[in-house]
């Protein structure tokens, strides 16, 4: 049995990049970027006013000056300012040759286009071409997920195509005998299919695309049926339950049937152990317990890893650090385990949980916390880190 770290860096090692495609900017939102973006322009492109006002020279306005032109928002100014002399300026509007200094009109009175400025002091007010980004600058790296505010800089620098990197697809299979879907009443002796439907919800948060291939019998034939399918369009397969001692647990044999290298076969941690993982023609296979939790937690800690991974995306999960409000133990601490927890006015508390099958604990939880192997308490106030859900 290897440490989860270990069988972090096995999945991640064995990422391949997808490939790239281009997209409308609005299309790229969440995705990858899959290319270094640069200005094709200066920002400002001109020298331009930030605010309502009148454009005039800095040395003249405490003198009254003369309104020579009326300057608006993407128009060229056709007169040139000479002393004693101010245009009124919108905001964003280009700023006429020979002006230094745009006083506002809050700061000014009018009489008969004689302007007056009232105040002792003002600032330029004026955007100087190219103070925020040069042509040729980079403003957007490779790698980055693409949110709003990048929006809007592709948009500024004129990238209407962007190259994203393609979305892994992902091949879903729930196997087991007692499993019916959500939308029929389970006979005494059968529960629904919850696994499938919490994997294809993860895997759309994740960035990349959901096929659910259905319920796989506990045979050996439907499960070898349902993997030789999933694995012809799909580059990842997640498969849940199956995986364990039980007398019909068939996965891990049909998957070495099948013909994948299995790279590990159970992970020292808790919930998840059973988790067995293996790489066939490029293409990745899981089979994670059926348990809600385990297959929810395995997800989130190795599957979720590696589809950033192949996405090439450059940022990490984030990881905050709270002090816990409440002293935390555990009976056993033979292996790392991953623990659901809410976090409220600044402070870390564990939810009610019951186990690997509890999966209603984490509609309470908005974060997971990790206790190492050997480690049974946590002391209230300590600082620890946790997995924002
Ligand atoms: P297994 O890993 O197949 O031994 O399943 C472990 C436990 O998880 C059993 O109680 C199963 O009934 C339950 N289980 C398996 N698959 C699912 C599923 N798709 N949705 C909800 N529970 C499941
Ligand atoms: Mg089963």
Redesign the pocket.
Known sequence: MITFEEALKIVINSAKETSFENVGTLESLNRILAEDIYSDMNMPPFDKSAVDGYACKKENIFNEMDLIEIIPAGKKPLKKIYSGQCSKIMTGAMLPEGADCIIMVEDIVENKNKIKFIKEFTNTNICFKAEDIHKGDLVLNKGIIIRPQDIAILASVGKVNPKVSCKPKIGII???D??VEPDITPELSQ??????WQLIAQIQKSGAVANYKGIALDTKESTFEKITNALTNNDIIIL?????M?DF?YVPEIMKEIGVNILFKSIAVQPGR?TVFGTKDNKYIFGL????VS?FIQFEMLVKPLIIKMMGCTEEIPILNIPIGVDYTRKKAERKSFIPVTIKNGLLFPVSYNGS?HIHSYAFANGIIWMEKGQSEIKKGEIISVRQL
Do not use: F, H, Q, Y
């Open positions: 729930s196997t087991g007692e499993l529960i629904r299919n919850s696994n499938a849940t339950g199956g995986v364990s039980g647990d059973p317990p059926g348990n809600p297959s099958a």
